[in-house]
Each structure stands twice: as C-alpha cells, then as structure tokens.
Nanobody, 124 residues
C-alpha cells in the first residue's frame, strides 16, 4: 500500500492550496481517509477526515470553515482544499487511511497507512 500525497508548496497568507492523495493498493471508499499535519517542532495532529461511506466528514477546529476534504471514487483520490491559509498552517501534510471506528478518526494513532507527506509553507 502506498499513499501518494501531492500539491504542497509555498503560498502567501490568505491564499489557497489543494492537496491530493491517490493511494495504490487500497480503495479510498473502503477506508476512512484523513489528512494530518506536523509543524516543525510539534506533534502530528489531525486536520480532516472523510468517512468510508462518504456520508460524513470531520474537521479539527482550526480547519473548520477554511479547509474542505473531498473524495472522487472514480479517481481513487482524496483532496484537501485549503483556503485562507495562515502561517500557522505551515507543515508537512500527510494523507492516511484508517479501517477503524469513525469516532476515532481524529486520533493520529488510529491510522494504519500513511503517505510520505507534502510540505506546505505559508509566508506572512
């Protein structure tokens, strides 16, 4: 199983960025798919997740109203649209897959499969 995340880069404060994750070896509709991030010197934290059924999403408080997670089954791809980004959003963003309970998707330790991460840098 490999999860290829892409779309990171340098963006100015207030700008937008869209991250993509296209796994190989698993189907995004069979897993709860999440985006998590790790800022320099900080622990990895949950950003957003979409339920395997596609019927629900979950966001960290800092992501609500600014970020949107979505999924296109025909492309086997999960997206994270990031709007109104702030310097605090700087970090490595990881795509991850979880087969466990939906009510635990906000816990980074719940995810079985991880991508290599894509770096997002927000300049002030």
């Amino acid at each position: 199983v490999q999860l290829q995340a892409s779309g990171g880069g340098l963006v100015q404060t207030g700008g937008s960025l869209r991250l993509s994750c296209t796994p190989s070896g698993l189907s995004v509709w069979n897993y709860n798919m999440g985006w998590l991030r790790q800022a320099p010197g900080k622990e990895r934290e949950f950003v957003a997740a979409i339920r395997r059924s596609g019927s629900a999403t979950n966001y960290a408080d800092f992501a609500k109203g600014r970020f949107t997670i979505s999924r296109v089954n025909t492309q086997n791809t999960v997206y994270l649209q990031m709007n109104s980004v702030e310097p605090e959003d700087t970090g490595v963003y990881y795509c991850a897959a979880d087969q466990g309970l939906w009510n635990r998707v906000s816990s980074p330790t719940e995810y079985e499969y991880w991508g290599q991460g894509t770096l997002v840098t927000v300049s002030s």
